[in-house]
């Protein structure tokens, strides 16, 4: 596999288990609510570091997407 294949299967790798982590997301809203309090703060369960792993994630993607065609964010 070349660096740029694998690139490529890194970020869609990612993106896939961004798309899983928001189905989840949804499914957890549905069944118990999620106040803004929740979303930004909440220390336990489910969303204790959901925002922040979210944001690694899709901040890896951004930079693959970058690496991928020989660009860069700056």
Avoid: C, P
Avoid at 5 to 31: G, R, V, W
């Amino acid at each position: 596999m070349t660096d740029i294949a694998a690139l490529k299967k890194e970020k869609q790798d990612l993106i896939n288990k961004m798309l899983e982590m928001q189905k989840q997301f949804i499914e957890y809203e549905h069944q118990h609510g999620v106040s803004g309090k929740d979303y930004w703060a909440s220390s336990e369960g489910m969303l204790a570091n959901y925002r922040k792993e979210y944001m690694d994630i899709a901040n890896r993607v951004v930079d693959l997407a970058h690496q991928i065609v020989g660009s860069s964010r700056l």
